[in-house]
């Protein structure tokens, strides 16, 4: 069993920055992959990136490249996303979620592969 909680969410000006936050408790952390999702209004569940175990490889979907970082602090049992040169259209709910393992590469991009979630966070991003 793994508890994740996001933090950080909140109210930005189109162009502002934002660092949301994934605590994990419950079981060792440091052997999980992690991802960060966000879900708007309306539409589903969309992937944002992702971090390996180790923190040596990562991921980013392609609306967010150049924008957007995930990193982890093993030390702390947290992962962050780093969020830069915001637009409204990053208006979400972000959840992050952690998995074991993934059958290929392309499955870090989909939800069905992550076995933990948390409730989200709120970012709402002004024009």
């Known amino acids: 069993q793994v508890q994740l909680v996001e933090s950080g969410g909140g109210l930005v000006q189109a162009g502002g920055s934002l660092r949301i936050s994934c605590a994990a408790s419950?079981?060792?952390?440091?052997?999980?992959?992690m991802g960060w999702f966000r879900q708007a209004p309306g539409k589903e569940r969309e992937f944002v990136a992702a971090?390996?175990?180790?923190?040596?490889?990562?991921y980013h979907a392609g609306s967010v490249k150049g924008r957007f970082s995930i990193f982890r602090d093993n030390d702390k049992n947290t992962v962050f996303l780093q969020m830069s040169s915001l637009k409204p259209e990053d208006t979400a709910v972000y959840y992050c979620?952690?998995?074991?393992?993934?059958?290929?590469?392309?499955?870090?991009?989909?939800?069905?592969?992550?076995?933990?979630w948390g409730q989200g966070t709120q970012v709402t991003v002004s024009s």
């Open positions: 971090i390996s175990w180790s923190g040596g490889s990562t």
């Open positions: 419950g079981r060792t952390f440091s052997s999980y992959s």
């Open positions: 979620a952690a998995a074991k393992k993934f059958s290929t590469a392309e499955a870090m991009g989909v939800p069905i592969s992550y076995d933990y």
